[in-house]
């Protein structure tokens, strides 16, 4: 099975694409961690990201869907989760020939939907950790003893450089300009399902699961 995660920043994909591979075995594919392992790595392509990322603006079509193309090679039989990725129209046509030679299929395609006035508070108050990446919030999902990784005990923590206002503005407007308006070519097809992403984060996870769960049972 593969899926989109598909929903403005800080809608919650990063921390749903990590429950369904705890949970299902699946890959999380996200562009964004790829560009920022290139980032760090010092890579050409994290060398020509950097202030694109910065800015919250769109790093190129050919260089995020190169990315996706390598990591499909890596992934064996796994189900793929993209998480960030196709962002435009472009990135949209790219998949569907990266899949396509890759004998795989699109099954889902799961809009998060969300208020905007309450991505900005997430992701302002989002950090991780420096060790595993697991995924945090100052106020809605606190580690249980403070300063400590529920995961793996590290006190390190990080926060994004472009996790700040200014920055989320640029971003949800180049995702209303550029993403949401693929939405309607996944719909054509019939595969879109809309869960309600201002739930809390073990309910989202449920309607999840539940779209997975339905859309494989056997047909009566
Ligand atoms: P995205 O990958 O879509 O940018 P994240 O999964 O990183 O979003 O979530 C952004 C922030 O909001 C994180 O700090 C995360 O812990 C928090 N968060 C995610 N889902 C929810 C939710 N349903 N309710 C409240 N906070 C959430
Ligand atoms: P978020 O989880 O908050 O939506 P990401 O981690 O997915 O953010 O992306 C961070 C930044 O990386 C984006 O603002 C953009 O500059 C770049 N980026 C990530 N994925 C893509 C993509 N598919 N196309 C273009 N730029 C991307
Ligand atoms: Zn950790």
Do not use: W
């Amino acid at each position: 099975m593969n899926i989109i995660l598909l929903g403005p920043p800080g809608a919650g994909k990063g921390t749903q694409a990590s429950r369904l591979e705890q949970q299902r075995g699946m890959v999380q594919l996200s562009t964004g961690d790829m560009l920022r392992a290139a980032l760090k790595a010092g890579t050409p392509v994290g060398v020509k990201a950097k202030a694109v990322m910065e800015a919250g603006e769109l790093v190129s079509d050919a260089i995020v869907s190169a990315l996706i193309g390598e990591r499909l090679d890596g992934l064996d039989g796994a189900g793929a989760i993209f998480d960030g990725y196709p962002r435009t129209a472009a990135q949209a046509e790219a998949l569907d020939v990266l899949l396509a030679e890759r004998g795989r299929t699109l099954d889902h395609v799961i809009e998060l939907a969300v208020d905007e006035d309450a991505l900005v508070e997430r992701i302002t108050g989002r950090f991780t950790c420096a060790k595993c990446g697991e995924g945090y919030h100052d106020r809605f999902k606190q580690t249980a003893v403070a300063g400590v990784c529920d995961v793996c005990g590290s006190t390190e923590f990080k926060r994004r450089p472009d996790d700040n206002e200014e920055t989320v503005r640029t971003r949800m407007a180049e995702y209303r300009a550029k993403t949401a308006p693929i939405l309607p070519l996944y719909e054509a097809r019939g595969i879109v399902a809309r869960v309600d992403g201002m739930a809390d984060i073990d309910a989202v996870t449920q309607q999840i699961a539940a779209i997975l769960d339905r859309a494989n049972a056997p047909a009566a």
